[in-house]
């Protein structure tokens, strides 16, 4: 299965500090994508990394992506109870249609 | 902002029923795309959909389940006759034009089967 691991399953910090996942995958990859989940609600994507590039960040969030070990990581600086949600990594594989999605982690902000 | 709609929003159904979980994709996306999620789990991939026949499907994906675009903006799963284990949220998605790059979700159909 070409399925990310996501790692922790569950993280549980106080606002302000950092939020750090990890996510592992089995094959070569196109990019490496990662969704948010609010309980209840659909996933939303919050940012794609290509297989070429090793670091890219957006706002408050920092992903790396490390090919030769299979690995990548989401970073939230500054958390804020708005971030309380589940995060998933999802890969694309090139010539595969569809994403495949890891497990999880969920994250708890505690104001 | 374009967004991806579901209905019904939450569906009970008893077992052995047909239950059939409607999407509006948007407009200009190629590939779409049927999860699944059970409650607290993982996100299961079922089925995509490009140039009106099914692209890719899971082992998930048996016999009881068909997809259909039947007017060119509706984007259908049907599940013929629904067991319990069917339970679940159903995420619609789509992307394009290219077949790499973001997906986007719809807030999901519940289905719950007695």
């Known amino acids: 299965s070409q399925q990310g691991e996501e790692d922790p399953q569950a993280l549980s910090i106080q606002e302000g500090e950092n939020a750090t996942m990890n996510c592992s995958y089995k094959?070569?990859?196109?990019?490496l994508q990662w969704y948010r989940q609010n309980s209840g609600r659909g996933l939303v994507h919050l940012i794609l990394i290509r297989s070429n590039e090793r670091e890219k960040h957006s706002g408050r969030l920092r992903v790396t992506l490390d090919t030769s070990k299979k690995s990548s990581s989401l970073l939230i600086t500054a958390s804020r109870a708005a971030d309380t949600a589940s995060y998933f990594c999802?890969?694309?594989?090139?010539?595969?249609?569809?994403?495949?999605f890891g497990a999880g982690t969920t994250v708890t902000v505690r104001a | 902002e374009p967004e991806v709609t579901q209905t019904p929003s939450h569906q009970v159904t008893q077992m052995g029923q047909e239950v059939i979980l409607r999407c509006v994709p948007i407009s200009n996306h190629l590939y779409f795309y049927w999860y699944r999620q059970i409650l607290g789990q993982k996100v299961e991939f079922l089925v995509s959909f490009y140039n009106n026949e099914i692209s890719e499907k899971s082992e998930i994906f048996d016999d009881q389940f068909s997809v259909e675009r039947p007017d060119g903006s509706n984007f259908t799963l049907k599940i013929r006759s629904t067991k319990l284990e069917d339970s679940a949220m159903y995420f619609c998605?789509?992307?394009?034009?290219?077949?790499?790059?973001?997906?986007?979700f719809g807030e999901g159909s519940r289905l719950t089967v007695l």
């Open positions: 999802a890969t694309d594989v090139l010539g595969d249609y569809k994403l495949s």
């Open positions: 998605a789509s992307r394009g034009p290219m077949v790499t790059g973001e997906l986007f």
């Open positions: 094959t070569s990859i196109n990019n």
